[in-house]
């Protein structure tokens, strides 16, 4: 289990890609993705991935909320299973992820930070997406998001 005290540091410190592959376990990142929307360019920064589930940052100002619902669906057409950091950089984090079954309507889950904030609730659910060496040769897509998706319903 991922010491709390780095998880907090790393995130209070806006540093996803230590906090990703370093504390947990995931694996370097793919490509980063420049996207066209409304007229926009988005930049997106590739933090990590995990047997295709990839984790990408959107630094700036923060998207309301039907803007960063358009970024997300945007973005499965490159990574179906994904994760979107959204942060001003400085003082707020708002974590999306989009929860997916077969034959039901996709449910969007964003849970907001502060560095204010003790982060513990997200802590809680950063741990249950850690991975150890000993779990990589039989990890699939699969097993990352059924973990995904059972962190980010901690409440």
Known sequence: MPCIELLRKYLQNFDFTTLFIEEL???HPDANLDL???SKQIHLQAIAHK???AVYLYAGDIPVDVMRRKIERKVTQFAYEHIIIYTDGKHQQIWQWVKREPGK???CREHRYATAQSGDSLIQKLQQIAFTLDEESDL???DVTNRAEKAIDLD
Do not use: A, K, Q
Request: aromatic residues 6%; proline residues 7%; charged residues 35%.
């Open 25 to 27: 376990g995931w694996d």
């Open 36 to 38: 066209e929307l409304e």
């Open 51 to 53: 047997r295709g589930m």
């Open 105 to 107: 309507p996709d449910v």
């Open 140 to 142: 699939t897509i699969l």
